[in-house]
DNA sequence: GTCTATACAAAGATAGAC
DNA sequence: GTCTATCTTTGTATAGAC
């Protein structure tokens, strides 16, 4: 992968996550990195192609750090809820930003097939992630749970997209702190 | 209001929520209901115009069903949260909607300013009914909340919303089932 | 109120020179 | 790899007849 096309992707996924993915044109890339339309056609031939790999690149990047705690025997599963919630908490301040899948989700059917596929995977993955989690997390008697595993990973996955939509709508970090409180709360 | 105008509101809101603001255009519309583009501007000179229409009807309707349950005394706190909740229920089956407001949140910035006033506005309005919701039922002795009623009603209105989401994106109805199932037995 | 016609800008995308 | 130039389609919007 080139310097540039992974500018691209970078630029990219700002702008989506700041606009969606249908506001989003060739040309406003093409402002933000000072390259010709023309030359970002050669990285990405289609708009689906860079659609695809912006949202590969994402999650990739998310689902790293989970990654890395898992595999270390040291980390208790309320170390892992922080590690998690640390990937919402970065959203607080001027950032004009939300979850570049929370994005595309609000789209969905206006997204290529390919990217939706994407989209999908991403869901999936992230809610897998929390259901061992807590799966774990319950056996070893660390948390107690307001429903079964899959059930509370659900709400905290959707409460912490919708916690992104509103703080933005809103203006108010508070509405991702009070979400990220009251999870917390939920399961000692 | 017209019954043409009426028309390319519901046309204008079902497109919104199944693609996004961004992505719909005076075509679509024209093609949906059988008039010609021209004739949207008559109703709606600028898609602005039709975008904050669509939003003022969409927040009458689903606030209006709470409104009525406030002034009944006889409805309960738990008739009223799962008056909240039919809204929601509302969007399985083979919906491909999801929340008006909630997509729109979703492309926040790419949407004209007047518009972006009125999704700030319901999400205000959201929020503040369950907060009231929450702490009636907190000071007659009904709730036991995991948090303040302000906390428990972003929870809940975040929970919901993401679920929406979830449930377009992986395709499954039990994402909404799951998170007012468990929303439902927390403040018992 | 709806139509035809049209203006004007911007979109995604390709061809071919350098 | 990046450029200029261009194509084609689509977008929002307006003018004016009916």
Chains 1, 2 share one sequence.
Not at 9 to 36: E, F, H, N, P
Not at 60 to 80: C, F, G, N, Q, R
Request: include cysteine; aromatic fraction near 10%.
């Amino acid at each position: 992968m080139s310097d540039t096309a992974n500018r691209i992707i970078d630029v990219m996924a700002k702008l989506i996550q700041t606009r969606g993915y249908s506001a989003v044109s060739y040309q406003d890339i093409s402002d933000a990195i000072g390259i010709r339309k023309a030359s970002i056609h050669y990285h990405f031939p289609a708009k689906a192609d860079l659609g695809v790999a912006v949202i590969q690149k994402y999650s990739e990047s998310l689902m790293a750090p989970l990654d890395v705690a898992d595999k270390d025997p040291s980390t208790t599963p309320y170390d892992k809820l922080d590690i998690y919630f640390a990937a919402y908490q970065g959203f607080k301040g001027d950032d004009k930003r939300v979850c570049l899948c929370g994005t595309l989700a609000g789209e969905y059917y206006a997204l290529p097939e390919v990217m939706q596929a994407e989209v999908n995977r991403f869901f999936q993955a992230q809610q897998a992630w929390l259901s061992e989690l807590f799966k774990d997390g319950k056996n070893s008697g660390v948390f107690k749970l307001p429903g079964t595993p899959e059930q509370t990973a659900r709400l905290y996955f959707d409460a912490l997209q919708g916690a992104l939509l509103s703080k933005r709508a809103i203006g108010d970090d508070a509405q991702i702190d009070d979400v990220v409180a009251t999870l917390k709360a939920l399961v000692r």
